[in-house]
């Protein structure tokens, strides 16, 4: 597709580039932010998975600037905001870039100490795997893209704040919904009008982080821990004996009866008779068409001497034996 048909075919496309912005997701966040104001009272925000910058561009050109030119900006009242992403990213005013990959769990430090030990009173997170066009496949590696997001967001988003992710819709949506209604009392799924109807992303919008009680943000960063380790992922430690209290999950599993009932494992001597021996009872009710019942059959002519050829049986496609 030339650029001027795709000027014409893609609204978004053109007006991104006639207002300045690197990309044309720019448009998604502005109009998540139309409908949930999610930038009301931000004062340090993180843009994960970032590059090329359009969505730090929307937060610079709503948090930072106005500051900026404000009362506030003299104060040193100036908003924070920590970008990161795997690609080099061209600098934008009042964004700090950190270059990394959002699933090592260092990565949280990182920010941490970019907002000089504070918490963030918002994430954002954009970040997509390179698609493979097999849905089941790219919706589970998204999710665990925002896996990472969310372990980020445990580290630095303080109480009471928002976090915003892309997500790919498909059968494990509402599963990704509970996960995240762990820790936000209010989640919505939105999909931005710039966000193609064709496409299957749309986006978490979580508001109000409020981990359960006793959560330790320890526990999760323990998944990721390992990933950024020299030897990489082998290392990573699925099992769940660190987990303690509250984040300790146990499977109800019940054992029905008690030791007086028989052990479905043990022989059992049989039953002794009047006459002394033991008759086996047939069963109540046979099966009325059995696979074998064509070898029945063939078994019950040949030993009334019809002469059947049971060798053949097993060549026989239509035997079931
Ligand atoms: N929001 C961006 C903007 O408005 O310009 C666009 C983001 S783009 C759709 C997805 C980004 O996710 C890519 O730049 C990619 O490098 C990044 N990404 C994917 N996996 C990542 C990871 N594990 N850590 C950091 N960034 C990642």
């Not at 978004?12 to 997701?25: H, I, L, Q, V």
């Not at 919505?188 to 508001?207: D, G, L, Y």
């Not at 509250?246 to 494992?265: E, H, M, Q, T």
């Not at 039953?271 to 009710?285: F, I, M, N």
């Amino acid at each position: 597709m030339g650029k001027a048909s795709k000027d014409k075919r893609d609204i978004y496309y053109r007006k991104a580039k006639e207002e300045g912005w690197r990309a044309r997701s720019a448009f998604k966040l502005m109009q998540i932010d139309q409908e949930f104001n999610i930038f009301h009272g931000v004062k340090r925000a993180v843009d994960l998975c970032a590059a090329p910058g359009s969505w730090s561009q929307v937060l610079s050109r709503n948090l930072y600037l106005p500051a900026k030119l404000s009362s506030d900006g003299k104060d040193g009242g100036l908003p924070l905001i920590v970008a990161i992403d795997l690609q080099p990213m061209a600098p934008i005013e009042g964004v700090i870039q950190v270059q990394g990959d959002i699933t090592n769990a260092r990565t949280a430090e990182v920010v941490i100490r970019h907002f000089d030990g504070c918490k963030a009173d918002l994430v954002v997170c954009d970040g997509a795997p390179d698609v493979t066009g097999l849905h089941d496949m790219d919706e589970f590696v998204q999710s665990q893209l925002i896996l990472a997001a969310l372990t980020i967001v445990t580290h630095v988003l303080k109480v009471g704040g928002k976090f915003v992710a892309k997500i790919f819709r498909g059968k494990d949506t509402s599963l990704l919904y509970c996960q995240l209604k762990l820790f936000f009392s209010q989640v919505t799924f939105a999909k931005p009008k710039s966000s193609r109807n064709s496409s299957i992303e749309a986006f978490a919008v979580c508001e109000n982080y409020s981990p359960p009680e006793g959560f330790k943000e320890k526990d999760l960063y323990h998944l990721l821990e390992k990933v950024g380790t020299p030897s990489g992922a082998d290392d990573l430690d699925c099992r769940s004996g660190w987990l303690e209290g509250p984040n300790k999950v146990y499977i109800p599993f019940l054992a029905c009866g008690d030791l007086s009932g028989y052990d479905s494992d043990r022989s059992y001597p049989l039953p002794s008779t009047e006459g002394g021996t033991y008759q086996s009872l047939d069963p109540v009710q046979p099966p009325i068409a059995p696979p074998y019942k064509t070898a029945l059959e063939m078994k019950k002519a040949s030993s009334h001497g019809a002469g059947t050829d049971t060798s053949k049986l097993s060549l026989d496609p239509q035997t079931t034996l």
